[in-house]
């Protein structure tokens, strides 16, 4: 009885290992505050499942440079796997489909179902790599290295001031192609800096973090955010925020609940969802008055 009231709690536990938690944590803000501000421009422009695309190829990418490495003797960073697959796959889905004699969600719904279903089998070939596949697919920060935080860091840090510096051009090509062209901006250089650098983000994020929680912090953040109906600047910063919110948040929630982290992080985004709909609900009635 003593033993047990003696026990340090679980929030004792978590200061006294903070140095442990400290590197998942910081990554999983990182990437969620990019990737929640990058999720504004793939809801917006009807890319959903672009982004689940590119995060199952990312899945992939690490999967195949771990079966290169135990099969074939090649080494390759998985990082840099992940990287290259879901950057492919980013400017193979912006090849224009018509071409082909397909629709766009015909050759995205190859996309996702080959990538994932890919990333499975090569999966099921490296079986002393297996808990880091099952991590790759569903989630798992909990063993995010001070590498990969790097890389979160640095990457992030890159895209967020390239973005913020060529804000309004991208905005302007994003939801009106035909001005942009008038005005005489880059229209494909630009359209070209947003779809890689969401290839980029995703890939390495996923190899991180995992697919499934990288897809919703590029999805769920800006469909919360655009809920409440905001001007652009802050629909931007509010996905930004609500990224950011999910993946720290859902981290420190599947620690104190002993739940799996990926899954946490991509539950905590639909449950902002959710609330962001209950603060337009709120907000209703006042907006009618004004």
């Given at each position: 009885m003593?033993?047990?009231?003696?026990?340090p709690s679980k929030w004792e536990q978590f200061q006294s290992a903070w140095e442990l938690f400290q590197d998942p944590i910081l990554c999983a803000l990182i990437a969620g505050c990019v990737l929640g501000f990058l999720s504004v421009y793939v809801v917006l422009r009807r890319m959903v499942f672009v982004s689940a695309a590119v995060t199952n190829t990312a899945g992939l990418g690490v999967a195949l440079a771990f079966f290169a490495e135990i099969h074939l003797g090649v080494h390759v960073d998985p990082l840099v796997g992940a990287v290259v697959m879901s950057v492919a796959a980013t400017l193979l889905l912006m090849v224009e489909p018509a071409r082909l004699r397909l629709s766009r969600e015909s050759l995205l719904g190859c996309a996702f179902a080959f990538a994932g279903g890919a990333a499975i089998l090569v999966g099921d070939r490296i079986a002393q790599e297996a808990h880091d596949i099952q991590g790759i697919l569903f989630g798992t920060a909990v063993l995010v290295?001070?590498?990969?935080?790097?890389?979160?860091?640095a990457v992030g840090a890159v895209l967020m001031v390239l973005h913020l510096w060529w804000y309004r051009g991208i905005t302007f090509v994003s939801f009106d192609r035909i001005g942009a062209t008038v005005q005489g901006l880059p229209v494909r250089l630009l359209d070209t800096v947003l779809m890689v650098s969401i290839g980029i983000m995703v890939g390495v994020c996923a190899r991180a973090l995992g697919a499934l929680p990288v897809f919703a912090f590029s999805t769920l953040s800006a469909i919360a955010a655009l809920v409440l109906d905001l001007r652009l600047p802050w629909t931007f910063f509010t996905a930004t925020v609500l990224g950011g919110i999910a993946g720290a948040g859902g981290y420190l929630f599947a620690y104190f609940y002993d739940f799996p982290v990926g899954g946490s992080q991509t539950v905590l985004s639909g449950v902002l969802v959710l609330l962001m709909m209950l603060v337009r609900l709120a907000r209703a009635p006042f907006l009618r008055k004004a």
């Open positions: 003593e033993t047990a009231l003696l026990e290295t001070p590498d990969q935080l790097h890389a979160v860091a």
